[in-house]
Nanobody, 125 residues
Framework: QVQLVESGGGLVQAGGSLRLSCAAS????????MGWFRQAPGKEREFVAA????????RYADSVKGRFTVSRDNAKNAAYLQMNSLKSEDTAVYYC??????????????????WGQGTQVTVSS
């Protein structure tokens, strides 16, 4: 069982930056790939970024490539999403998720085992 708690959301002006954190419980954090997803009002939840269990590989949605960076610290049981050059269309609730993986793989679908409660990111134009 893994419990995930996001933090770091808030209100920021367009062009600004935010860093989201995801704190995970459990002793096997390094066995899980970590993903970030977001859901805007009236829209479906979508993939943003993900990182492999070792941190050696990462994937990004085209809409955030070059602006967002996903990372993790297995010693601290934490994952992060650094968001730069934020745009109004980045406004959404952001969720972190964990998926058990036997290999160093980066899943980019919604098929994750555990989800956090979400943190609101609002970008004003």
């Amino acid at each position: 069982q893994v419990q995930l708690v996001e933090s770091g959301g808030g209100l920021v002006q367009a062009g600004g930056s935010l860093r989201l954190s995801c704190a995970a419980s459990g002793r096997t954090f390094s066995s899980y790939a970590m993903g970030w997803f977001r859901q805007a009002p009236g829209k479906e939840r979508e993939f943003v970024a993900a990182i492999s269990r070792s941190g050696g590989d990462a994937r990004y949605a085209d809409s955030v490539k070059g602006r967002f960076t996903v990372s993790r610290d297995n010693a601290k049981n934490a994952a992060y999403l650094q968001m730069n050059s934020l745009k109004s269309e980045d406004t959404a609730v952001y969720y972190c998720a964990a998926r058990f993986e036997w290999r160093d793989y980066v899943p980019v679908t919604l098929e994750y085992n555990y989800w956090g409660q979400g943190t609101q990111v609002t970008v004003s134009s």
